[in-house]
């Protein structure tokens, strides 16, 4: 009797076994198929990121974790990758702060079977499948063709960007750079950092103003530029400024909108975040159903947007 | 009782759970009980809390701040404090980085980092010992100082040096399973902790942050014990920044940046008092680990990562509040 007891409780073991190697055999179900995005740091332009992102993630049904780095440290993100590895997600897309602290996380989690590509902000050396963004270069030589239309040709300028050791900033940067060295008259006078923060932009904004009075022209390499050069103009002390020093930004933030709107900025080169959040779930989830096989680079381009197309674009 | 005595009596006095129970005393068992709860409670939520892998990596993520706590317990044992460990945590791995980018052999390298945080804790202990100010200003100045020269040097950009395998290691290598900056993390604190309890100089510095008056009068030499405590406190965040730099492979002119207050927060969760006398390696370690834990548990639940501040702040006022309830009921 025991004998036939123990056998019976032995096939009805075997039972739930052969059918999790039956469901093995079978590829991921996509209710399972979790992805997680990272952004730089908690600023809008990601928030847009996010939305095309979601509503990916929701059209296909997959799981989707949205994780914000408190800071723009490298070693921040790294922490989130690492934990994303051992939570065992299954596609990551990041937006990355400090290219080289990623490489090793990046490495790792590609080892681990996890699809990884980059979004906005690239770490060319990680190994990551592919990079979905703006084409930063060129939207840069757009930027200073832009500008040496808008001042004539001649004149100082100068530049605010973000993360002096972002990626993507500083290929915007080369960009202009590359576009006005056809124009000899025309002169960068600084280059500030800004980190991204708003009060730090002010105040970046005021000290460059004050330090350079005879100044023609300011390029907002990153979203920080627009609503903080609109700040600043719009005060008593440099309300002259207004429409005599031309300005051209990144992101079309509300307050850079409005900028634009008030006369404050000439242009702003409005990026795709929502689609770069769209393509990021869609070409992982490809990678991860196995559809995609040879990622490539997405260029998800720049509008060049002013006060007569203000109402007519779309991202 | 006589010296140098071994009768067998006296040996098993010392039994493995006496002794463990006597190296985590009543305050630090109110962390570890919160820290066992707050992993229970990760462990219910998700299957990954518990892997090996992941272990590793959480003790991992939270050495650095486990490491600087050490030196900053001691320091605010002597009732003091260091804002300072963030600035000379960042500046000693950039000078680090710096040395590699000139071509120097690793040993040269590290030993330029050390000397930094060598440097600045010696004149915190200065400022504060015959400069004679308060230890807030003193270290907040030197933070100032410190961060400052770092974006002077690096102009904002971080510097990603080429680096050899033997010195990737410090940060990246594993011994075993176990992470080589945990067992940084765990020498350190094993040196201290047991200097702390069994050793002249750490009865010192419990003196001085007791009663400073009576320590003097006593016969310590307070002014020394604070330089001592101040230096060490300076060099071990040079060991954290050497280990991250190592880690990250990429010297930030933010790196470090507000960590003082975690490290803060680790020490005084782990026990310490803020007016001194008070304090424990062996709970300021536990405290880095709480925190350290409740960031991890954040990714692995899917919580709102914007909540993570928010949890962290409500973990730590109810280990605290249980700490001083405790204390509370015993002197009724």
Same mark, same amino acid.
């Given at each position: 009797m025991k004998k036939l007891l123990s056998l019976f409780q032995a096939s009805l073991m075997a039972l739930p076994l052969s059918l999790a190697v039956q469901m093995n055999a079978t590829a991921k179900d996509l209710k399972d198929i979790k992805i997680a995005v990272i952004p730089k740091v908690a600023v809008p332009f990601f928030d847009d990121c996010n939305n095309g992102a979601k509503a990916e993630a929701d059209k296909l049904g997959v799981q989707y974790q949205w994780v914000v780095p &408190? *800071?723009? &440290? #490298?070693s921040t993100q790294v922490r989130i990758l690492e934990d994303l590895i051992s939570k065992k997600v299954d596609g990551i897309a990041i937006s990355v702060n400090e290219p080289k602290s990623v490489e090793a996380a990046i490495k790792k989690a590609m080892a681990s079977g996890i699809k990884v590509l980059t979004f $906005? !902000? $690239? !770490?060319? *050396?990680? #190994?990551? !499948?592919m990079y979905i963004g703006t084409i930063n270069s060129a939207a840069g030589e757009t930027m200073g063709e832009s500008m040496a239309k808008a001042i004539g040709g001649e004149g100082e300028v100068a530049i605010i960007t973000g993360q002096l050791g972002a990626v993507n900033l500083n290929e915007r940067i080369d960009g202009i750079k590359k576009s006005l060295a056809k124009y000899p008259k025309i002169k960068i006078v600084a280059t500030e950092g800004t980190e991204d923060d708003l009060a730090k932009a002010v105040s970046v904004t005021e000290t460059i103003f004050r330090g350079h009075p005879a100044l023609k022209g300011i390029f907002g390499v990153s979203q920080v530029g627009g609503p903080a050069v609109s700040k600043v103009m719009a005060t008593k002390e440099f309300g002259a400024k207004k429409g005599a020093v031309k300005v051209f930004a990144f992101d079309d933030l509300p307050d850079t909108i409005k900028g634009v709107k008030e006369g404050y900025i000439q242009g702003i080169m409005v990026q795709r975040p929502v689609t770069m959040g769209k393509l990021s779930v869609e070409h992982l989830v490809d990678q991860i159903t196995g559809k995609e096989k040879s990622p490539k680079n997405v260029d998800t381009g720049v509008n060049v947007v002013n006060s007569q197309n203000l109402d007519s674009y779309t991202k | 009782m006589e010296v140098g005595s071994t009768s067998p009596s006296r040996w098993s006095a010392l039994s493995l759970p006496r002794v463990l129970l006597g190296l985590l005393r009543a305050q630090e068992m109110s962390v570890l009980l919160a820290l066992l709860l707050v992993s229970a409670g990760i462990a219910l939520v998700t299957p990954?809390?518990?892997t090996t892998d992941n272990l590793m990596g959480v003790f991992r993520s939270f050495s650095l701040t486990a490491i600087m706590s050490v030196g900053m317990v001691m320091v605010i044992v002597t009732g003091g404090i260091d804002l300072s460990v963030g600035s000379v945590m960042g500046l000693s791995g950039l000078v680090t980085a710096l040395a590699f980018q000139n071509g120097f052999p690793t040993v040269v390298c590290v030993s330029f980092g050390l000397g930094v945080g060598f440097v600045f804790g010696l004149t915190n202990g200065l400022l504060v010992t015959a400069g004679r100010l308060p230890p807030f200003i003193a270290t907040l100045g030197t933070l100032s100082i410190g961060r400052g020269l770092m974006y002077i040097v690096t102009r904002g950009v971080p510097v990603t040096p080429d680096t050899p395998e033997v010195f990737n290691a410090i940060g990246q290598g594993y011994v075993g399973l176990v992470p080589a900056p945990v067992i940084i993390m765990l020498v350190l604190a094993t040196a201290f902790s047991v200097i702390m309890r069994f050793t002249t100089f750490g009865r010192h510095v419990y003196a001085t942050g007791g009663n400073e008056q009576a320590a003097w009068l006593s016969g310590v030499n307070t002014s020394r014990v604070k330089l001592v405590v101040y230096t060490l406190a300076g060099a071990i965040s040079a060991i954290a920044g050497i280990v991250a730099f190592s880690r990250y492979l990429s010297a930030e002119p933010a790196s470090g940046f507000g960590i003082e207050l975690d490290v803060i927060a680790a020490a005084v969760i782990g026990g310490a008092s803020l007016s001194g006398g008070v304090g424990s390696v062996q709970g300021a370690i536990l405290g880095a680990a709480l925190t350290g834990i409740i960031a991890n548990g954040v990714v692995l639940m899917n919580i709102n990562t914007y909540a993570q501040q928010t949890i962290t702040g409500g973990v730590i006022l109810i280990a605290v509040s249980i700490d001083v309830w405790r204390h509370a009921r015993k002197e009724r």
């Open positions: &408190q *800071n723009t &440290q #490298g $906005d !902000s $690239d !770490s060319p *050396n990680s #190994g990551r !499948s | 990954y809390f518990l």
